[in-house]
């Protein structure tokens, strides 16, 4: 069984079928969330049906947008461990610290959640090329999962990034091809040759899955403290999409009685290079302004403009959270601290 019913915008609540390839709402060109018949999986799943499961993300395929099994493009990713980090929790003062190492999924990244979830969704509907702009780990995740199904892969990547993510890309059988710019200007390309040759664009939030895929760290973090949500969750921001995708899934686990009404504070961090959520969270903006000449160490972090800005923002502030900017040399400091 699985209740993904529909597709609504994220900011003019317009509904689509989602029976088809979609990218962004063709009326107000903001991003497309997946709904799902919660009343209905509600009294069809249980949380100790989940627990008896396989330790991957698709243990919550109810709550994923595959809706035929066949399609489910998995490589183990999701279920990664929660750890208890009481030397670096008494070190930065607080008492109960937990550090979720995104790192062991496949291909090195959580971008192997949204793009399991996205490849296959793009697999299930029949399409045979795919597309995407990257700063390095989404590009080498969309590869692995295009590799798996034998569908093509085309990724674009600022020419700077470091090699390993550019090799890895092309050992998984993807064309790259490097921009002279930032992961904006690769969108920009990508998006050229989406058009000329029919492609899908995977770019993150400009099509509905990704974050479907991102979610489900908010469903794990949840079953892993014994279905309750901790105080508070920092998170490092780019695009947003998986702080984005965690405040969709405490809704979800709401409506299904999985979880209280209580939510943790969301925090956003960024490079002070690059802080373009920082700087609208604390201006009060609804939108984000595209920040100039972006630079940090970060790799995954350089993201100077975002479309999913404004869910960011507004899950910053329904949730009393904040948003923090961190000079790269202290971005060095903490992860030797780490
Ligand atoms: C992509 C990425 C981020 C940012 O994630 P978003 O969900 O796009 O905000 C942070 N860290 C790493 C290592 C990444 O690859």
Same mark, same amino acid.
């Given at each position: 069984m699985n209740f993904f019913t529909h597709l609504e915008c994220g900011m003019c609540a317009k509904e689509?079928?989602?029976?088809?390839?979609?990218?962004?709402?063709?009326?107000?060109?903001?991003?497309?969330?997946?709904?799902?018949?919660?009343?209905?999986?509600?009294?069809?799943?249980?949380?100790?049906?989940?627990?008896?499961?396989?330790?991957?993300?698709?243990?919550?395929?109810?709550?994923?947008? @595959?809706?035929?099994?066949?399609?489910?493009?998995?490589?183990?990713?999701?279920?990664?461990?929660?750890?208890?980090?009481?030397?670096?929790?008494?070190?930065?003062?607080?008492?109960?610290?937990? @550090?979720?190492?995104?790192?062991?999924?496949?291909?090195?990244?959580?971008k192997a959640r949204g793009l399991s979830a996205a490849v296959s969704k793009a697999y299930e509907l029949g399409i045979k090329a795919l597309s995407i702009p990257t700063a390095g780990n989404a590009g080498g995740a969309m590869s692995a999962y295009a590799a798996l199904a034998g569908m093509e892969a085309f990724v674009f990547m600022p020419k700077d990034v470091p090699p390993p993510f550019i090799n890895e890309c092309k050992a998984l059988g993807a064309k790259v091809t490097l921009i002279d710019g930032l992961i904006t200007d690769c969108g920009k390309a990508a998006a050229r040759e989406v058009k000329e040759y029919g492609r899908f664009d995977l770019s993150t939030l400009k099509e509905p899955y990704r974050i479907e895929g991102k979610k489900t760290m908010g469903y794990e973090v949840a079953e892993q403290f014994g279905w309750a949500l901790p105080d508070v969750i920092i998170y490092p921001t780019g695009g947003g999409t998986g702080l984005v995708g965690m405040w969709k899934a405490f809704d979800e686990m709401e409506q299904l009685g999985w979880i209280s009404s209580k939510r943790p504070r969301m925090v956003t961090v960024q490079s002070a290079g690059c802080a373009p959520?920082?700087?609208?969270?604390?201006?009060?903006?609804?939108?984000?302004?595209?920040?100039?000449?972006?630079?940090?160490?970060?790799?995954?972090?350089?993201?100077?403009?975002?479309?999913?800005?404004?869910? @960011?923002?507004?899950?910053?502030?329904?949730?009393?959270?904040?948003? @923090?900017?961190?000079?790269?040399?202290?971005?060095?400091?903490?992860?030797?601290?780490?």
């Open positions: 689509l079928p989602a029976d088809k390839a979609w990218n962004l709402c063709p009326d107000c060109g903001k991003p497309l969330l997946a709904r799902y018949d919660l009343k209905a999986a509600k009294k069809a799943v249980s949380r100790t049906e989940i627990a008896s499961r396989v330790p991957d993300m698709w243990r919550y395929f109810e709550l994923l947008p @595959v809706l035929d099994a066949r399609y489910r493009l998995c490589l183990g990713e999701g279920y990664t461990p929660l750890h208890a980090a009481h030397r670096l929790g008494r070190e930065v003062g607080c008492s109960q610290l937990f @550090v979720k190492d995104e790192g062991l999924n496949p291909t090195g990244s959580f959520m920082v700087k609208a969270f604390h201006e009060g903006k609804e939108f984000a302004e595209p920040w100039q000449d972006a630079k940090t160490i970060a790799d995954g972090l350089r993201v100077p403009a975002a479309v999913g800005d404004f869910l @960011v923002l507004r899950a910053l502030r329904e949730s009393s959270g904040t948003a @923090v900017a961190v000079p790269d040399e202290e971005i060095m400091e903490a992860t030797n601290l780490l």
